[in-house]
Nanobody, 121 residues
Framework: VQLQASGGGLVQAGGSLRLSCAAS????????MGWFRQAPGKEREFVAA????????YYSDSVKGRFTISRGNAKNTVYLQMNSLKPEDTAVYYC???????????????WGRGTLVTVSS
């Protein structure tokens, strides 16, 4: 599967952005989908994940209550709605996919190019 993230940009603290990740192929609904981010000088970290049918979602503690992951299997797209953004949310955001149904923070097989989110104070 090929993944393409979009929707990044510059936003003021407290603002919102919605990221999208479009996937190619006919088997999108078979993948667990995740969002990760990498801030300058830091390691990539898990942000959120969603199960194959969208019935279960998972979040890192740092974004819980502010970000919402969702998916539209008919559109082969996963979304990340980001509200109440903080300067520390500044990072390149990546979407990822995996077939593995184990721990949702690791073992992603497919990665898209990132989209930059910059939150100004």
């Amino acid at each position: 599967v090929q993944l393409q993230a979009s929707g990044g940009g510059l936003v003021q603290a407290g603002g919102s952005l919605r990221l999208s990740c479009a996937a190619s192929g006919r088997t999108f609904s078979t993948y667990v989908m995740g969002w990760f981010r990498q801030a300058p000088g830091k390691e990539r970290e898990f942000v959120a994940a969603i199960s194959r049918n969208g019935g279960s979602t998972y979040y890192s503690d740092s974004v819980k209550g502010r970000f919402t992951i969702s998916r539209g299997n008919a559109k082969n797209t996963v979304y990340l709605q980001m509200n109440s953004l903080k300067p520390e949310d500044t990072a390149v955001y990546y979407c990822a996919a995996k077939n593995d149904i184990g721990q949702v923070t690791i073992n992603y097989e497919y990665w898209g190019r990132g989209t930059l989110v910059t939150v100004s104070s």
